[in-house]
Nanobody, 114 residues
Framework: QVQLVESGGGLVQPGGSLRLSCVAS????????MGWYRQGPGKQRELVAT?????STKYADSVKGRFTISRNANTVYLQMNSLTPEDTAVYYC??????????WGQGTQVTVSS
């Protein structure tokens, strides 16, 4: 019943910015963690950023200082600045509830290219 819907992906030039959004719905259990992961061509899925209730945020070293994760209730955002071609990937939203059950969105494509 849980659904995660991502939006905001697209094509952007190097140095540009994008803002991803993810809305979680369908659960009466409270959210513990929301985050973003990405998978580039021929690469493994990797953590980008997470935000956990009462704990704060975590970022991959490769995005520190450029990306910012934030959350408002059941919506998580990822502000991405100073984008480079290495950021090209499918970005997946993830949510973990206090039940410790986790769910994935279907992903949104981010392409950084001239």
């Amino acid at each position: 019943q849980v659904q995660l819907v991502e939006s905001g992906g697209g094509l952007v030039q190097p140095g540009g910015s994008l803002r991803l959004s993810c809305v979680a719905s369908g659960s009466i259990i409270s959210i513990r963690t929301m985050g973003w992961y990405r998978q580039g061509p021929g690469k493994q899925r990797e953590l980008v950023a997470t935000i956990t209730t009462g704990v704060s945020t975590k970022y991959a070293d490769s995005v520190k200082g450029r990306f910012t994760i934030s959350r408002n209730a059941n919506t998580v955002y990822l502000q991405m600045n100073s984008l480079t071609p290495e950021d090209t990937a499918v970005y997946y939203c993830n949510v973990i509830y206090y039940s410790m059950q986790g769910y994935w969105g279907q992903g949104t494509q981010v392409t950084v290219s001239s």
